[in-house]
DNA sequence: TATTGTTATACTCTATAACTATA
DNA sequence: TATAGTTATAGAGTATAACAATA
């Protein structure tokens, strides 16, 4: 099988499967994603952090509002300039981003327990070169971009109707 | 970096490089997928496409019609139960499926181009057997389900009011 | 009564444009 | 005039229920 073909199809396993060990904590995959920047540069902007995750402002709105009303997350006035807000971990926040942590440790064990150890860091070895080669951003998930194709409506006979 | 990180960003990457190469052929990643099904099994039915390629009935007959409408898959009323289709590539059908095949072997030699010959056997391998073990089936890409959390709708307090 | 294909509908995510406050 | 954050809305994808024809 092509190697790329089982990048994609492992590539959505892992993610799908990291998404249900974040659940329980009530969290998606962004939040944790927004956890993590944060974590790694408090005081981060809006603007700055929707550009770093690649997701829209009008997106990041949404899911800020949600991690601050549940606590993990506080948005202080800029004071050098009054549209912006910098975006800080709580307590809470901290303590949400170190179970994160746990359970990304427990998911990759999980995903690589066909893989010893040796193994494992022969294929982080080899990712790392091919994530290197394609320009990626080291630990930012693309998420999953507009792709399909345009098509015009299409007329539709039916098998709610009679053939005979 | 962790390997199911790395397995999960390159993946996305891989999977929204095909579909932009699957772009000027008019067809979108779940197109390639029925055309290579229904190739590999002519005379199909659309429940049993749908459970190969985890497409959930209602969404396989808009992506059925567009391809019927397109000329590429012919749906033939199976003789032993009316109630079923016989799903069939035509001529231009399975045209496509080679152009298909052609744009995948590109797709993977640029997305490996950071490997040599050796290496791309070596993960091709290491992926193999992690996929072996996490019960994937051959050549199906999972697509992404519905993982997102469930939240109660945020009381919002603007930035969009003075806040002086 | 169960099943195949189909339609209708709801919810989520992506994307774009327009808007408020501020620079 | 431009920018940060916000709102509104349109377009896909996912999911469920209900329906007609047939088994």
Redesign the pocket.
């Known amino acids: 099988m092509s190697p790329s073909f089982l990048l994609a199809q492992i590539g959505a396993h892992a993610a799908m499967k990291f998404a249900e060990r974040l659940a329980p904590l009530g969290l998606?995959p962004?939040d944790a994603g927004i956890l993590r920047a944060i974590g790694a540069s408090a005081g981060l902007?809006?603007?700055?952090?929707?550009e770093r995750l690649?997701?829209?402002?009008?997106?990041?709105?949404?899911l800020?509002?949600e991690l601050e009303r549940r606590g993990l997350v506080e948005?202080r006035d800029?004071p050098?300039?009054?549209?912006?807000?910098?975006?800080h971990l709580t307590d809470a926040g901290r303590r949400a981003l170190e179970a994160i942590g746990r359970t990304a440790r427990q998911h990759d064990a999980a995903l690589c327990a066909a893989l010893d150890e040796s193994e494992r860091a022969e294929l982080s070895a080899l990712l790392t070169r091919i994530a290197e080669e394609q320009g990626l951003e080291p630990g930012v998930h693309p998420?999953?971009?507009?792709?399909?194709k345009?098509?015009q409506p299409a007329t539709?006979?039916?098998?709610?109707?009679?053939?005979?």
């Not at 998420?143 to 399909?148: D, P, Q, S, V």
């Not at 539709?156 to 005979?164: L, N, Q, S, V, Y």
């Open positions: 998606s962004p902007s809006q603007k700055r952090l929707g690649s997701i829209l402002p009008s997106r990041l709105v949404v800020v509002d948005r800029s050098e300039d009054r549209r912006v807000y910098e975006l998420g999953f971009k507009r792709l399909g345009t098509a539709r006979r039916g098998k709610t109707e009679p053939r005979a």
